[in-house]
């Protein structure tokens, strides 16, 4: 819809009355909680927008990073953009702040914390359990993005990577191929060891064995792979026999994974097929072009925003929204037979 969605095209939508619709925007007593969250979601999906005019400045967010993620070009910066886009839409101003390792470390929260008030925290990426322990123990609404904690329940915007490991990984088990191989430092990263898990689950569904041997989730290679791929190269040696295809947990990895089968003599995909994950800027600029798992990277730092907007206007328990993802087909693997 756009940006003519009235009040009335919402009421339409949940068969209620106008009037319902403009107590629950208005703020207003009136409706139910549980029917002021639906017109507030049908808002939403209807892209409505009140008067700019006379839409008053709600707030601030304050979103929290890790420092070394802050400049990172490739993936994050689709995230914040979104974020700050969202949050002014909505009538909040997002002030993004990093947090140095030291700051993790002592438990130091930003100084712009103590100087302004903020009405909710979007935490993305992944900061020490203790840090975010301190986040939660000062009472605002909080919501993380693109990962989560399993010790602690709180508000979540995540991709979907387990579902989305197992569409790329049946993509290839229906292009004909039964020896698929796993690259990713699954000890890391939540998202690598649930692509991992998903790998496992399409792999077990179509009646295939997982081969350890065709396998490579330890850290020590992977952390190397851009620096020195040789030890990888190494690895590649050692194996008695080569799956057919490999899913690589992201596109970093899978770039790397092609130059060096390349350099080892192994034409991508007329040899071994390879596909990724992510759909980073590098991925249709290498040759091949790399079939992925597109990240719906905009969507996420939406949903975010969308998510810590109802908890801190209604509070409600915490949950997590997950966020599917597309598959784009390009060079990088073929139809076996």
């Known amino acids: 819809m756009n940006s003519k969605t009235s009040m009335q095209d919402i009421a339409d939508k949940l068969g209620i009355s106008k009037n319902a619709v403009s107590l629950a925007l208005n703020n207003k007593a009136g409706v139910s909680e549980e029917l002021r969250f639906r017109i507030f979601e049908a808002a939403n999906q209807l892209n409505y927008r009140t008067d700019t005019k006379t839409k008053k400045k709600r707030g601030n967010l304050l979103v929290l990073i890790p420092e070394n993620i802050r400049n990172d070009k490739i993936f994050y910066y ?36 103590h100087e302004i008030v903020f009405d909710g925290i979007l935490l993305v990426g992944v900061l020490h359990l203790n840090y975010v322990r301190k986040l939660v123990d000062l009472g605002i609404p909080l919501v993380t993005v693109d990962h989560y904690y399993d ?33 990713g430092a699954i000890s890391r990263t939540k998202s690598f060891r649930e692509r991992w898990s998903g790998y496992q689950n399409a792999m077990s569904d179509a009646g295939l064995t997982v081969d350890m041997n065709h396998n490579i989730v330890n850290p020590s290679p992977l952390e190397a792979l851009n620096s020195t791929p040789a030890q990888l190269a190494d690895l590649l040696d050692a194996m008695t026999s080569m799956p057919t295809a490999w899913f690589c947990a992201d596109d970093r990895v899978a770039i790397s994974f092609i130059q060096i089968l390349i350099s080892k003599g192994y034409k991508v995909p007329e040899d071994i097929s390879v596909v990724g994950f992510g759909d980073i800027e590098a991925a249709q600029m290498i040759a091949p072009r790399l079939t992925t798992i597109q990240v719906q990277r905009e969507q996420l730092g939406y949903e975010a925003v969308d998510f810590l907007i109802r908890k801190i206007d209604f509070g409600g328990s915490p949950a997590k929204i997950s966020i599917y993802g597309e598959l784009i087909e390009r060079d990088s693997c073929k139809a076996l037979g």
């Open 151 to 183: 010790s602690l329940q709180l508000d979540a915007v995540v991709t979907a990577n387990a579902e989305e490991a197992y569409k790329i990984v049946t993509h290839l088990i229906d292009k004909g191929h039964r020896q698929i191989g796993f690259i």
């Open 78 to 113: 689709e995230v914040f953009w979104s974020i700050e886009k969202r949050a002014k839409e909505n009538g909040y101003n997002a002030i993004i702040c990093g947090v140095t390792q030291e700051m993790e470390d002592q438990l130091i929260l930003p100084e712009l914390y």
